[in-house]
DNA sequence: GTGCACCCTGGAGCGGGCTCCAGGGTCAAG
DNA sequence: CTTGACCCTGGAGCCCGCTCCAGGGTGCAC
């Protein structure tokens, strides 16, 4: 039986994440002591090792929220978990795609701007940003 | 001059944007007019593109707040907005990385995961989440 | 018996970029 | 002269994932 701090180290977590992942439905409210104090079992430490993984592949809470629940539930099938897979995964190709653009402009603006005494009011960059609106 | 209405339809914001962009230093407060309305000039179009560009390499408004006045002091050098930049596309750089980890990790799990018709308690891409604590 | 580290609850705050609301005033067309 | 579209201020709310706080109780070592 871990208190909320042991498993919060455990996890590598602060208490304060753990009381939030419960009001937030992440983990079940756990047995508690006399004195009030949450008492984990081994199965949380899985359960908070699951959720870091998950977040390690970009979902959100609430979607991790989803898969948990699609975890114990008997009737589930592998193809709902694939699923949300792929969405992620196109979300991430998408956002990648939008910031690599940014990168690219980003990598021409500097390169225009090589000689780094020039006047404010001539600095490619900011012309750059003025100029013409589409 | 134009009402906020107008400039914000010319910029493709709202005007509870211009306000807020207001509040924040982004735009002067403009002349109003008697009965307190905003009159905006063509400059402040110019303004709200140079944002809008801005914006769309990845700047943050803090930041782009920092462009704007490095624009309009005299004494600042082009060295200064590149500086920026360049520190802009590092962090850029950094996410893109991290998100295209996420990706690979997410194709890694997807094509395990090739049978969608497999009961729960045996997806791969669940039991990697639950996988062994680094 | 006292000090200190831990635990509890409830609620607020943060960063970022808006967005929306109430409760008013103003302007122009018909 | 009324209607409807616009404008004003101030402040609250939203998403996300925490983080921190006040004001208390508990557990254990010395």
Redesign the interface.
């Known amino acids: 039986m871990l208190t909320i701090g042991k498993l919060a180290a455990r996890a590598h977590v602060t208490p304060d994440t753990l009381r939030y992942y419960e009001r937030e439905g992440l983990i079940e409210p756990p047995e508690k002591s006399a004195a009030g104090y949450r008492l984990y079992g081994d199965d949380d ?2 359960r908070l ?2 959720i870091r ?2 977040q ?3 979902f959100t809470l609430a979607e991790i929220r989803t ?1 948990l629940s ?2 114990s ?2 009737a ?4 709902e ?2 699923a949300l ?2 969405a ?2 196109r979300q ?2 998408a ?2 795609k939008a ?2 653009a ?2 690219r ?3 021409r ?2 390169a225009a ?1 090589d ?6 009011d ?5 012309s ?4 013409t ?1 589409r």
């Open positions: 430490v899985v090792h699951f993984q998950a390690d592949c970009g898969l699609l975890r539930r008997e589930a099938c592998c193809g978990v694939r897979a792929v992620k995964n991430l190709a956002r990648i910031m690599r940014m990168t402009t980003l990598d603006l500097i701007c000689d780094t005494g020039r006047p404010i001539r600095c490619p960059i900011l750059a940003f003025n100029g609106p």
